[in-house]
């Protein structure tokens, strides 16, 4: 074999003045500095062996203790919000959420929520805004009780279908906004640079080699003088003027 | 007319397997994304319905990800190590490089009128790109594929809003690969004039010599200089297997132009 050169001479050879490179063996020296690497690097996955990389995410209420900690209070906003606005936002704490609205019972979900209607639970699997939300009174989202309270969200609806949904399970947007519209932006702003960063590179695709093709099919289809004869066109064009 | 070998058998079987996951992946895809409409019904009461259709679209893409793990140890094993940085740099490689570059602004010229036609080597810088597209298209459907596969697994790793995120990347990724193979490559491989009314170098591995010298010049000359030429040359392939070809390739384009125009017809009445 030849000597070797450059960085794996440097990186090896020097430690011990020696020259290691005719021989591959010269690696795995004991106390070479690959070999240090390579012990360090078993040790590594040993560790792993033993520690395992667990999945936190969805663990995290049964070692916080999560429903322990907050009874049922409604804690005091930092910032107020406008009276209009707290006599709708407020309702997402209320143990009935719709209380009081008049003509509630003659209306179905989607006349007052238009836009929860599209969604793939309802539209690919024919599920109702019901099965996952309750019967009446439907609670708030964020009523200590209710059963699509973040805490136990997954627990109590997801995992109606899904077995063994975590809380991170939970975290999927089911009415997820349309990610084209600017107002992604604010609500799913991962979600909108992502649609709009593939859209970009398809749109690219596209408009560089559909004119691509149309150009390559016209070259080959039309007579080989063609492109010289537009060229004089334009040229004569040019002159008359 | 002499015949020049192109591609070996195992390249062949590649695009052979590629070719017919990539149209079943594309049925049982837009089957899913269309459920919502007649077409999509259609397309999905074909491999029995919504259901039976997830299945296949599973199946198959995890199939076509073990094709590419295999065409992955098809490249370490074709790679010669022995000179490594000069042979996978060489012309007979399908990595980039710099001539391709000026190549493809020639080319252009060449489109225009402007130019002379550029001494193109084995590849052209189209067919180089044709192949990364197709590298980093199964890189992103098939990792987002795998995940999106049991959400309730995978979302013990990574909050649930990913899979929102993933899910477009899925389909926007399809959208283009379909959108490219069924517009771009079926045109450039059937219709352009030079190779009306099929391009049968995949199929049957070879290539007439004069269109070589008319398309690759500098790949023709190398050969010949080098003198493995002569030993390139392969034989005709029988009238059976050239009617199959001919029925295979026609078949797949069919295929892709009822869904391409399927899907652009339907697409009014899509729900996402």
């Known amino acids: 074999m030849t000597k070797l050169s450059g960085r794996f001479q440097s990186l090896i050879g020097h430690h011990f003045d020696v020259d290691v490179s ?3 063996r010269g690696y795995f020296y004991a106390g070479s500095a690959f070999r240090r690497y390579l012990e360090w690097l078993l040790f590594g996955l040993f560790l792993l062996f033993i520690f395992p990389v667990r999945p936190v995410l969805g663990q995290k209420e049964v070692i916080t203790r999560h429903y322990e900690d907050e009874g049922p209070v409604i804690r005091k906003r930092l910032i ?5 606005a707290y006599k709708i936002r407020h309702r997402i704490t209320m143990a009935d959420s719709h209380l009081g609205l008049r003509f509630y019972q003659y209306r179905s979900c989607i006349d007052c929520h238009p836009r929860q209607a599209r969604n793939l639970h309802k539209m690919r699997a024919g599920i109702s805004c019901r099965q996952c939300h309750g019967t009446e009174p439907i609670a708030g989202i964020k009523h200590h009780y209710s059963p699509m309270n973040p805490k136990r969200r997954h627990a109590y609806i997801c995992a109606k279908c899904h077995k063994g949904a975590s809380s991170s399970f939970a975290k999927y947007i089911v009415h997820e906004p349309n990610p084209a519209y600017l107002a992604t932006k604010d609500t799913f702003p991962v979600l909108f640079y992502v649609f709009w960063l593939m859209a970009a590179i398809a749109a690219g695709t596209f408009a560089t080699f559909l004119p691509y093709m149309v150009m390559l099919g016209m070259r080959e289809l039309l007579p080989h003088n063609f492109q010289w004869s537009i060229k004089e066109l334009l040229v004569r064009w040019i002159k008359s003027r | 007319m002499t015949l020049i070998k ?7 079987l590649f695009h052979l397997v590629l070719m017919l996951c990539f149209v079943t992946q594309a049925v049982t895809g837009l089957a899913r994304m269309y459920i919502t409409t007649d077409w999509g019904k259609f397309l999905a009461s074909l491999f029995g319905g919504y259901y039976g259709t997830l299945n296949i679209h599973w199946w198959v893409g995890l199939f076509m990800l073990a094709a590419f793990c295999v065409h992955i140890a098809y490249l370490f094993r074709r790679v010669d190590w022995k000179r490594l940085p000069g042979s996978i740099y060489g012309p007979d490689s399908i990595l980039p490089r710099p001539e391709d570059a000026s190549q493809a602004v020639q080319h252009i010229g060449w489109l225009l009128g402007l130019s002379k036609y550029p001494r193109i ?10 192949y990364w597209a197709v590298f980093w298209g199964i890189c992103i459907l098939g990792s987002t594929g795998v995940i999106l596969y049991n959400p309730v697994f995978s979302s013990q790793y990574m909050p649930g809003w990913i899979l929102n995120v993933l899910l477009w990347v899925h389909r926007i990724e399809a959208l283009l690969a379909m959108g490219h193979v069924f517009i771009i490559h079926f045109f450039i491989a059937h219709l352009r004039r030079n190779n009306f009314p099929m391009d049968m170098a995949m199929f049957d591995g070879s290539v007439d010599l004069a269109k070589l010298r008319l398309e690759r010049p500098a790949w023709v000359a190398r ?7 002569k030993r390139q040359i392969a034989s005709e392939v029988t009238m059976e297997k050239r009617v199959l070809f001919y029925i295979l390739g026609y078949a797949v384009m069919a295929i892709g132009v009822f869904l391409l125009i399927g899907g652009l017809v339907n697409s009014t009445a899509l729900v996402w």
Do not use: C, I
Request: charged share 25%.
């Open chain 2, 223 to 229: 050969m010949k200089q080098s003198g493995v030429l």
């Open chain 2, 6 to 12: 192109r591609f070996t058998l195992a390249q062949r």
């Open chain 2, 121 to 130: 080597d084995r590849w052209t810088y189209l067919e180089k790109f044709d």
């Open chain 1, 80 to 84: 107020t919000l406008s009276p209009t």
């Open chain 1, 22 to 24: 005719h021989n591959l």
